[in-house]
């Protein structure tokens, strides 16, 4: 994992949550405390909980922020931050591209009416049966790109027969995200180390059609990691320079051995746009991300333009994940807040010790309002059998109660996407709300959804069968 999350927090120099009026109608972030307490209450009573609530208007304004701040770039969607249909639908409509991570990512884009001009690959460490299936799609499909990380993926691919649209990853050697285990730029896993790539750029360009160079750093750019970010965009500008002019170094050379120019279409600097995960964290400002990009890249070659793959910002404010408590126990240590929900549902917490603003909205019958209730350090957890279920610990909550609804914020990406079965819990439901109008876009998982793959395997079935028989 790990070619994405994080993101603790992000910064900015101006922006201010929305008091700006040029923001006015589409603020920097949405917070947990900004969404309808009623609305919410109301969808829990309807849809039970655990239940995620996507707003897609809140997409397609996250879209519209990242379109205007990088206007002259093209802004393709990581889809693997959220990959819902409702979702892909409202990154289409907004005029985004797909960055696809495996062959079901692909499929699902292709399903949601991304037409294949609007379809990236990028393959890490691909298994033969994603690279079958890409190239079966590039058939159909041939304004497609896949993007390689690797020399051999190049020859896999020439193996099947590809010659189509291909692009580059490179390793820029700096890496951003405030986790280890989502710095990527660093990560030899990804990408051909920047020493590398010229040549692997040429070479590729014989057999294919090299369209683009590519970098991703990692997750999380704020306002510490905009050096760093800062630091690849300027070493991708300097590589597209030297693959489109290779006889740059000396002016007038007409070494008939030099390489042939290269012209790419893009530059591709990748994702990780933070957001603001605390409460007190500024949002990203966005205008001056762009900025610091254009400065970093400096003149790129006539014709090749800025790419950027945001997946995280694009759906992270829009999503809240509801939460009902279970039980309250009182240790002599800690106030332990029992939730129906757990890291089965929402990852983050567990894997990366992420923070997520939880808000306790209230409800159980007979307690005050929470605003009328004390602050009280709480850990809030979850029902996994596991130590590291928790969404927070000693963390001031106005004191929850039996019944109470909570709202885990920020929790759009990264959240149902990476949901499962652990301790055999179906994963929950998901309503999306499009101009106000809530639809279910995910039904709960059954526990019959638990073992349909093994109900539906040649032995189980076969047993199923004979004991209907007896
Ligand atoms: C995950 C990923 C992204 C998006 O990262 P975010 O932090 O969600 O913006 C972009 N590009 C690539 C190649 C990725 O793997």
């Excluded at 889809?79 to 979702?87: E, L, S």
Aim: aromatic letters at 4%.
């Amino acid at each position: 994992m790990s070619d994405h999350e994080g993101g603790a927090g992000a910064a900015g120099r101006s922006a201010d949550g929305g008091n700006d009026p040029a923001t006015d109608g589409n603020p920097p972030v949405r917070r947990v405390s900004d969404w309808n307490a009623d609305r919410l209450h109301d969808l829990a009573t309807e849809h039970d909980t655990p239940l995620y609530v996507q707003d897609l208007d809140r997409v397609r304004e996250n879209c519209e922020r990242l379109v205007d701040a990088f206007s002259e770039a093209d802004v393709r969607y990581a889809v693997k931050a959220n990959t819902g249909r409702a979702v892909l639908e409202a990154v289409r409509d907004a005029g985004l591209d797909a960055e696809c991570a495996s062959a079901g990512e692909l499929d699902r884009a292709l399903a949601a009416g991304f037409a294949g001009d609007r379809l990236h690959y990028t393959a890490v460490n691909p298994p033969a049966r994603d690279l079958d299936y890409v190239v079966g799609v590039a058939e159909a499909e041939p304004k497609l790109t896949v993007t390689v990380g690797a020399v051999d993926a190049l020859d896999r691919l020439a193996d099947r027969g590809y010659d189509g649209r291909i692009c580059v990853r490179v390793n820029p050697g700096v890496g951003a995200g405030h986790h280890e285990k989502v710095r990527t730029g660093g990560a030899a896993k990804f990408g051909i180390p920047y020493g590398r790539a010229a040549q692997a750029a040429r070479s590729a360009a014989e057999r294919f059609d090299l369209v683009g160079i590519h970098a991703h750093a990692g997750s999380g750019i704020d306002s510490d990691q905009l050096d760093s970010h800062r630091e690849l965009v300027a070493r991708m500008g300097e590589l597209a320079r030297e693959l489109a002019d290779p006889g740059d170094d000396a002016p007038g050379d007409t070494d008939p051995d030099a390489p042939a120019s290269l012209d790419l279409e893009y530059v591709d600097v990748g994702g990780g746009f933070g957001v603001p995960y605390r409460e007190d964290a500024p949002p990203l400002d966005l205008p001056a991300v762009a900025e610091a990009t254009r400065e970093a890249v400096a003149s790129l070659p006539a014709g090749v333009d800025l790419a950027i793959e945001p997946g995280r910002y694009v759906v992270a404010d829009a999503g809240v994940l509801l939460t009902r408590v279970n039980a309250v126990k009182s240790t002599p240590d800690e106030r332990v807040v029992g939730v129906d929900a757990g890291m089965t549902d929402l990852l983050r917490p567990a894997m990366y010790d992420a923070y997520h603003p939880i808000l306790n909205l209230g409800g159980a019958d007979g307690e005050p309002t929470p605003e009328r209730r004390d602050a009280t350090p709480v850990t809030v957890a979850g029902p996994i059998c596991e130590t590291g279920d928790t969404f927070c610990r000693n963390r001031a909550l106005a004191d929850p109660a039996r019944g109470d609804l909570l709202a885990v914020g920020i929790a759009g990406a990264y959240g149902y996407e990476m949901a499962n079965q652990y301790n055999s819990r179906p994963r929950p439901a998901e309503v999306a709300l499009d101009e106000g109008i809530a639809t279910v876009v995910r039904r709960r998982e059954t526990l019959a959804d638990l073992t349909t793959v093994e109900r539906e395997s040649e032995r189980n079935s076969a047993r199923d069968a004979s004991e209907v028989d007896r």
